[in-house]
Structure formats: structure tokens, C-alpha cells
């Protein structure tokens, strides 16, 4: 188990002798269940299933009695048909989390937590990986797989609603039980585009997708190969894309839940193609007299068109997650780092400061005396700072009485809480004595001149939040 879920994994093989038996033994410790599937090769790759899985199971001891299921295809239905077998068998055993791995061996599996993270967060229904993260991942990609890559990743953005994901063609991911049951998965597409077609079936059900950073260096090893004939590829999975493009629109916004969105698409896109036909006809009879009408057709057409892509992509804002495990780590190592620099505020001649709520609390620059501001009392404070000692020190059941406390406050060094606005106010005949307030001191002020008994600690409050009285005019702005 894997944070408290039972994880499963699906291996699709064809023709992977050689490959699919390191698969097997590479198996990460926290999965209960792996289903292994043989899609009709005609290589030895069954009997390396076979052989593998009795040795992994012999040493088995989990939720399940068996770690490894081998499924043989009697024949060849594609990798989306494999992947779909497993699927099937994983919602039929109620295992919480189901990830894909290659039988190629180009998918890492020391990183498959990456991929259960985000589900076992609740962050997301589908984790996915993707090469495009970060620059330094997708330059190691062949240059004909980069190209093809981004094409159908643009197309399957319109395609599947998930406009803020990349890399659709990456196979590595993760599913978890709840999206598994509401995603129409039993009618996925089984050959190679299986994960493009999937995407739209997770967005007609609202599922959340992470896209996660993938690495390529282990993909990209030496031995790699690929079983995909890109002249059969991408005539199938472009029509494919079109068909679940059109499959999404019926199911999501008109079946579901009505939206103008679908009518918008279909306004735009026959538009633009009833433009373009009727404008290369004109041009074919070659009296052009309607060749402008349909080029505005068209214009609008694409107009139309562009505004729904833009109505779709809002809509599915919220649906695509991208995570970073590593940047994520970094980034928390500067907080802590940052964090362990900070220290309480200290006076720059090395005394004592307190915040004006007094929820802060106090310390010297030695780090050697810690109150909280709140307890001390101000003849405490001020007995201290007179004394030339930290106002932690003190014996907070002082009370000496504030206006012996206040004889020799012109020699205090920190008086930080003492709101300038009630010396003033306690000491009229010194106020009067200052030309401008602002200029105003504590050295200015004779303490003895007044009557002292009412001044406290200041709160916090600013003496502008309160009205003004004829003696407060002249100090308000203090």
C-alpha cells in the first residue's frame, strides 16, 4: 500500500522479450496487484511473463494473494486494449489507485509516487506525466517525436478540454478508483492514441488531471524502440481525435448539461468549411463574383471558432494541474532556510523591542532573554531601562509606582511600547513647552511637570482613530 491506498499496476507487453522481465522485478514494494498483459506477441514475451511472475509471487507476502496477474490476448488488440483489460480487472477488485507501466521499460519506476501523490492529495482524479515541464526534459526527445509530440498535443488540447495540459501522448500515469468508475473508459480507443481519447473521456466526467514533470533520461536509454508506424499513426489518431472531439461536445454540453459552447463550435466549423468550398469553387469556374462572400463566411467562421476554443479553455481552467515534485522540494528548502535566518526583532543598540499588540515577543540581540510582551507591565519596563537591563529579567510582581519609575526616563533606552500621544496628553506643560509636536521627544518631556498617573502602556491604538479634543489639537498627527 501506498498512503493507506492499495495500488495496482497495468503492464501492456507486446513483443517485449528481453524487456518486460525487468519490468516485473522492478516492481516498487508498496504495490499490491499487477496486472500483466501479453497483447498476442509472437515473440517469447509470455514464457518471460510466466517466468517472472512465478518468481515475484514466491516471494509475495500482501494485501492480495498474488502480486502479479499474467492476462494473455489471444490476439493483438492494441496498447489502449491491454491497458484496458487492466483497467477492467483493477475496478473489479476495488484497488484505489491503478498507474501504467511501460513493458518497454522506458518508465521509471522509482517514480511512479510521483504520479499517486496527487491523488492520494486529493489534488487530482488522473495523473499524467509530461516532458515539457521543464526544457532540460524534453531536449533528450528524438527531434521527429518532439515535432510529432507537440502537433497532437495542440490537437488533443481542442480535442479533449484540457487546455492547460502537455505531452498527451505520455503514457506513464495513474488513475484512481472514483475517477476509473466514472469515466466511459470501456469505449476507449485501443490503439496507439488510447490516452488522447482517454483525456476526453476524463473531461466529459469533470475529472481533475496533474500533469506531472516526467524525466526522459531513462526513457531515452540505450535499446529503446518504437512499435509506431507513424504513416498508419497519424491519419488514425487525427480522425480519431475529430470523432472524440465531437463525442465531447455531445456528452459534456448537451446530454450533461446544455451549453451554448457546442452550438458555437458547430456555427464555427461549418462556417469556415462552407467557406472554404465555396470560395475554391469560385475560383475553379473563375468568375469570382462570390469569392468575397465566402471568404467573409470563412473570416467569421474562424472568428466564431477561435471564441469557443476561448469559452472551452475557460471552462476547463480549473481541470489541469501541473506538479513539479522537485521544485516543489526546492522551493521548501528556501522557507526553511529563510525561515531559520529570521530571529525575534532586536534593537539595534542591542536592547529590547516589543510589537505595539504585544502579541509579539521580546528578546535581546544575545538571544539570551525571551518574554512575552504582553506580561510586562510598563513600570517594569521602564525600571529596567533605566537600570540598563533587559526587561525579561525583571520581576514582573514590580509594581514601584510609574512616576518614580518615570524620574530618570530621559536616560531610558527603550521605551518602545510608550505611546507618544499619552505622555502628551498626561503632560500638558511640557506639550505646550514644544514648538511642534512631531519634533517631539521623550528626552524632551519632564515627567514630573504632570500628573502621570493615568499613562499606560500603549495598545496599539493611533490617536488619529479617535476624535479629536481641544487639547489634542497640535498632536494628533504625532
Given at each position: 500500500?501506498?498512503?493507506?491506498?492499495?495500488?495496482?499496476?497495468?503492464?501492456?507487453?507486446?513483443?517485449?522479450?528481453?524487456?518486460?522481465?525487468?519490468?516485473?522485478?522492478?516492481?516498487?514494494?508498496?504495490?499490491?496487484?499487477?496486472?500483466?498483459?501479453?497483447?498476442?506477441?509472437?515473440?517469447?514475451?509470455?514464457?518471460?511473463?510466466?517466468?517472472?511472475?512465478?518468481?515475484?509471487?514466491?516471494?509475495?507476502?500482501?494485501?492480495?494473494?498474488?502480486?502479479?496477474?499474467?492476462?494473455?490476448?489471444?490476439?493483438?488488440?492494441?496498447?489502449?486494449?491491454?491497458?484496458?483489460?487492466?483497467?477492467?480487472?483493477?475496478l473489479e477488485e476495488g484497488v484505489d489507485a491503478t498507474a501504467v507501466l511501460g513493458g518497454d521499460d522506458q518508465m521509471d519506476p522509482h517514480e511512479l509516487e510521483k504520479y499517486l501523490d496527487p491523488i492520494a492529495d486529493g489534488?487530482?482524479?488522473?495523473?499524467?506525466?509530461?516532458?515539457?515541464?521543464?526544457?532540460?526534459?524534453?531536449?533528450?526527445?528524438?527531434?521527429?517525436?518532439?515535432?510529432?509530440?507537440?502537433?497532437?498535443?495542440?490537437?488533443?488540447?481542442?480535442?479533449?478540454?484540457?487546455?492547460?495540459?502537455?505531452?498527451?501522448?505520455?503514457?506513464?500515469?495513474?488513475?484512481?478508483?472514483?475517477?476509473?468508475?466514472?469515466?466511459?473508459?470501456?469505449?476507449?480507443?485501443?490503439?496507439?492514441?488510447?490516452?488522447?481519447?482517454?483525456?476526453?473521456?476524463l473531461n466529459a466526467a469533470d475529472v481533475v488531471v496533474a500533469d506531472v514533470r516526467r524525466k526522459t533520461e531513462y526513457a531515452y536509454q540505450e535499446g529503446w524502440k518504437s512499435h509506431i508506424d507513424y504513416k498508419e499513426y497519424?491519419?488514425?489518431?487525427?480522425?480519431?481525435?475529430?470523432?472524440?472531439?465531437?463525442?465531447?461536445?455531445?456528452?459534456?454540453?448537451?446530454?450533461?448539461?446544455?451549453?451554448?459552447?457546442?452550438?458555437?463550435?458547430?456555427?464555427?466549423?461549418?462556417?469556415?468549411?462552407?467557406?472554404?468550398?465555396?470560395?475554391?469553387?469560385?475560383?475553379?469556374?473563375?468568375?469570382?463574383?462570390?469569392?468575397?462572400?465566402?471568404?467573409?463566411?470563412?473570416?467569421?467562421?474562424?472568428?466564431?471558432?477561435?471564441?469557443?476554443?476561448?469559452?472551452?479553455?475557460?471552462?476547463?481552467?480549473?481541470?489541469?494541474?501541473?506538479?513539479?515534485?522537485?521544485?516543489?522540494?526546492?522551493?521548501?528548502?528556501?522557507?526553511?532556510?529563510?525561515?531559520?535566518?529570521?530571529?525575534?526583532?532586536?534593537?539595534?543598540?542591542?536592547?529590547?523591542?516589543?510589537?505595539?499588540?504585544?502579541?509579539?515577543?521580546?528578546?535581546?540581540?544575545?538571544?539570551?532573554?525571551?518574554?512575552?510582551?504582553?506580561?510586562?507591565?510598563?513600570?517594569?519596563?521602564?525600571?529596567?531601562?533605566?537600570?540598563?537591563?533587559?526587561?525579561?529579567?525583571?520581576?514582573?510582581?514590580?509594581?514601584?509606582?510609574?512616576?518614580?519609575?518615570?524620574?530618570?526616563?530621559?536616560?531610558?533606552?527603550?521605551?518602545?511600547?510608550?505611546?507618544?500621544?499619552?505622555?502628551?496628553?498626561?503632560?500638558?506643560?511640557?506639550?505646550?513647552?514644544?514648538?511642534?509636536?512631531?519634533?517631539?521627544?521623550?528626552?524632551?518631556?519632564?515627567?514630573?511637570?504632570?500628573?502621570?498617573?493615568?499613562?499606560?502602556?500603549?495598545?496599539?491604538?493611533?490617536?488619529?482613530?479617535?476624535?479629536?479634543?481641544?487639547?489634542?489639537?497640535?498632536?494628533?498627527?504625532?
Amino acid at each position: 500500500m501506498y498512503r493507506d491506498m492499495t495500488v495496482a499496476v497495468v503492464v501492456p507487453a507486446y513483443n517485449e522479450e528481453g524487456f518486460v522481465g525487468d519490468v516485473i522485478d522492478d516492481f516498487p514494494g508498496f504495490v499490491d496487484r499487477a496486472y500483466v498483459i501479453d497483447d498476442g506477441s509472437t515473440d517469447g514475451t509470455w514464457d518471460e511473463i510466466l517466468t517472472h511472475t512465478e518468481r515475484k509471487n514466491a516471494e509475495h507476502d500482501g494485501h492480495y494473494d498474488d502480486l502479479v496477474v499474467p492476462i494473455q490476448h489471444e490476439e493483438n488488440r492494441g496498447v489502449g486494449g491491454a491497458i484496458k483489460t487492466g483497467y477492467e480487472h483493477a475496478l473489479e477488485e476495488g484497488v484505489d489507485a491503478t498507474a501504467v507501466l511501460g513493458g518497454d521499460d522506458q518508465m521509471d519506476p522509482h517514480e511512479l509516487e510521483k504520479y499517486l501523490d496527487p491523488i492520494a492529495d486529493g489534488v487530482a482524479g488522473y495523473a499524467k506525466g509530461n516532458r515539457f515541464v521543464r526544457s532540460e526534459d524534453w531536449i533528450h526527445m528524438p527531434k521527429f517525436r518532439l515535432l510529432g509530440n507537440v502537433v497532437l498535443s495542440l490537437l488533443t488540447k481542442i480535442s479533449s478540454g484540457y487546455w492547460g495540459s502537455m505531452d498527451s501522448q505520455n503514457g506513464y500515469t495513474a488513475i484512481s478508483h472514483d475517477a476509473l468508475e466514472r469515466t466511459e473508459f470501456e469505449g476507449m480507443y485501443e490503439y496507439y492514441g488510447y490516452c488522447n481519447d482517454l483525456l476526453a473521456r476524463l473531461n466529459a466526467a469533470d475529472v481533475v488531471v496533474a500533469d506531472v514533470r516526467r524525466k526522459t533520461e531513462y526513457a531515452y536509454q540505450e535499446g529503446w524502440k518504437s512499435h509506431i508506424d507513424y504513416k498508419e499513426y497519424i491519419p488514425r489518431v487525427s480522425a480519431m481525435l475529430f470523432r472524440t472531439f465531437l463525442w465531447r461536445l455531445y456528452r459534456k454540453y448537451l446530454v450533461r448539461d446544455y451549453d451554448p459552447l457546442a452550438p458555437l463550435y458547430g456555427v464555427g466549423m461549418a462556417s469556415m468549411a462552407g467557406g472554404v468550398v465555396g470560395f475554391v469553387n469560385s475560383l475553379v469556374r473563375r468568375d469570382g463574383e462570390d469569392a468575397g462572400s465566402w471568404a467573409v463566411a470563412t473570416v467569421l467562421g474562424a472568428l466564431a471558432f477561435v471564441y469557443a476554443t476561448l469559452r472551452d479553455a475557460d471552462d476547463n481552467e480549473e481541470n489541469v494541474v501541473v506538479v513539479d515534485p522537485e521544485a516543489d522540494a526546492e522551493s521548501d528548502e528556501v522557507t526553511q532556510s529563510r525561515s531559520a535566518t529570521q530571529s525575534v526583532p532586536a534593537a539595534a543598540d542591542g536592547g529590547t523591542v516589543a510589537s505595539g499588540d504585544g502579541s509579539d515577543t521580546i528578546a535581546d540581540t544575545g538571544g539570551e532573554s525571551v518574554a512575552d510582551a504582553d506580561a510586562l507591565p510598563f513600570d517594569a519596563v521602564t525600571d529596567a531601562a533605566t537600570d540598563g537591563r533587559d526587561a525579561a529579567d525583571l520581576d514582573l510582581d514590580d509594581d514601584a509606582a510609574l512616576a518614580a519609575a518615570l524620574e530618570d526616563a530621559s536616560d531610558a533606552d527603550h521605551l518602545a511600547d510608550v505611546s507618544l500621544q499619552e505622555v502628551l496628553d498626561a503632560v500638558p506643560d511640557a506639550a505646550d513647552a514644544i514648538p511642534d509636536a512631531e519634533d517631539a521627544t521623550v528626552e524632551n518631556l519632564n515627567p514630573t511637570d504632570g500628573d502621570l498617573g493615568s499613562l499606560d502602556v500603549y495598545d496599539g491604538t493611533d490617536a488619529r482613530d479617535e476624535e479629536p479634543s481641544r487639547d489634542d489639537e497640535g498632536a494628533d498627527d504625532v
